[in-house]
T-cell receptor, first 116, second 117 residues
Framework: SAVISQKPSRDICQRGTSLTIQCQVDSQVTMMFWYRQQPGQSLTLIATANQGSEATYESGFVIDKFPISRPNLTFSTLTVSNMSPEDSSIYLC?????????????FGPGTRLTVL | AQKVTQAQTEISVVEKEDVTLDCVYETRDTTYYLFWYKQPPSGELVFLIRRNSFDEQNEISGRYSWNFQKSTSSFNFTITASQVVDSAVYFCALSEGEGTNAGKSTFGDGTTLTVKP
């Protein structure tokens, strides 16, 4: 199975600032995704992190607010920009590998963000 | 568009009781994947099972079992002889298997299971 780590695990930030979350996978994976889980809610897909090209965003999410990078097949970052208290959530990185080695989807431990 | 419905918001049982968590899904795809995840109070999402749309065989893993029925678009999850450690939020999810949306998951709202001693 793929092992995923995220940094930071949690943070408390001030309104108007930005935070970059890192996602590292222990092996090359086909697809990487970023999800948001607001307090007491389910998970919502933010975007697909595409290696070497711009991320693909879901409805309701924009690049200016959530810029994403994916420089290679094992690493991605999500930035939450100009934060407000409504951005307080758990942000999860997810990977899916259709190489035949795992053929399933895994989630990182999440980054718990609180915005004051 | 995909949709996953977990009609049971909260379930409370007493230890050793059996409990079934319901999941109903909607999709136009012929190739798709269904998942169950457990999210304990610690917050981490724990993968439980993945089932593809062409495999309707029921699966048993210890005290856990899953019943996949395409005819009713359901993928129900049963815990036998529940334990306090089973207390968590359980999510059912649906992922497209092909095309530009492959790998993107749609989650149900989750069912909060409380197992009392």
């Amino acid at each position: 199975s793929a092992v995923i780590s995220q940094k930071p695990s949690r943070d408390i930030c001030q309104r108007g600032t930005s935070l970059t979350i890192q996602c590292q996978v222990d092996s090359q994976v086909t697809m990487m995704f970023w999800y948001r889980q607001q307090p007491g809610q389910s998970l919502t897909l933010i975007a697909t992190a595409n290696q070497g090209s711009e991320a693909t965003y879901e409805s309701g999410f924009v690049i200016d607010k959530f810029p994403i990078s994916r420089p290679n097949l094992t690493f991605s970052t999500l930035t939450v920009s100009n934060m407000s208290p409504e951005d307080s959530s758990i942000y999860l990185c997810s990977v899916e590998d259709f190489s035949g080695r795992t053929d399933t989807q895994y989630f990182g431990p999440g980054t718990r963000l609180t915005v004051l | 568009a995909q949709k996953v419905t977990q009609a049971q918001t909260e379930i409370s049982v007493v230890e050793k009781e059996d409990v079934t968590l319901d999941c109903v899904y909607e999709t136009r795809d012929t190739t798709y994947y269904l998942f169950w995840y457990k999210q304990p109070p610690s917050g981490e999402l724990v993968f439980l099972i993945r089932r593809n749309s062409f495999d309707e065989q029921n699966e048993i893993s210890g005290r856990y079992s899953w019943n996949f029925q395409k005819s009713t678009s359901s993928f129900n999850f049963t815990i036998t002889a529940s334990q306090v450690v089973d207390s968590a939020v359980y999510f059912c999810a649906l992922s497209e298997g092909e095309g530009t949306n492959a790998g993107k998951s749609t989650f149900g709202d989750g069912t909060t299971l409380t197992v009392k001693p």
